[in-house]
Every structure is written in C-alpha cells, then in structure tokens.
C-alpha cells in the first residue's frame, strides 16, 4: 500500500469522525470494534474495499451507507443508558456531590460542632 492511500484512508477516518490507532511500526491503523463497520461503509464507498459489511439490501453503494449511517445513529439514539456520553458525565457529577455531602458529614459538621459547643458536651 502507497504512502497516499494511506493518507486518503486516516483522511476518511477523520471525515467520518472515526477514533483510531496508527502504529507507525508496523504500517498498521487499528479502529475501535464498534465503529469497525461504519469504517468499512466509508471505506467502501470512497473504494477502499477492505471486508464489505454484510448490506444486501440496496444495491446503490450511496444508498447503503445512508441506510447505515441512519442505523448508526438509531442505535445511538435508542440503546442502552450507559452507552449514551453524557451518562459517564452525570456518573462524575453524582459520585463527585456524594463525596462532597460525606465529607461535609464527616469531617466539616463534627469540627463545626466542637468549635461551637467547646468542650460542653464532656
């Protein structure tokens, strides 16, 4: 393979926002699995036929990506809970709250009441 197809490949990775890995040692770009098959459509459809995904229905190569790219984005919308980005987003946020309650529980209300009180409790 060219130094040119190469590029033309890592630039219709990057059109299609596809995050990969190139290991410059081994001539080699690896793709995460689940955007392996959109990389492959792309690919395909700029002529880089590297394992065509299993599309039978259109015969239209334009046709078939849209088709997809449209499942793509369907399966985005309507999976799981965890898989959507802005679920590890709200993780931090509710974990990052709850460390802030228990050490404002633990340790800040404790000095506060010792502070205050003095040693009239004893």
Do not use: C
Request: no cysteine; net charge negative; glycine share 4%.
């Amino acid at each position: 393979m060219r130094l040119v197809d190469s590029v033309e490949i890592v630039d219709v990775l990057d059109q299609e926002d596809i995050k990969y890995y190139s290991d410059v040692k081994n001539h080699m770009l690896y793709v995460d699995r689940g955007k392996s098959d959109l990389a492959r459509v792309a690919l395909a459809k700029r002529g880089f036929v590297i394992e065509y995904p299993n599309i039978t229905k259109h015969s239209d190569l334009n046709e078939a990506y849209d088709e997809f790219i449209k499942q793509q984005k369907e399966k985005e919308v309507n999976g799981k809970v965890w898989e959507h980005p802005a679920f590890l987003q709200l993780v931090k946020l509710v974990v990052g709250g709850l460390v802030i309650i228990v050490l404002i529980l633990a340790v800040v209300r404790p000095m506060l009441r010792q502070l205050l009180l003095g040693d009239k409790d004893e």
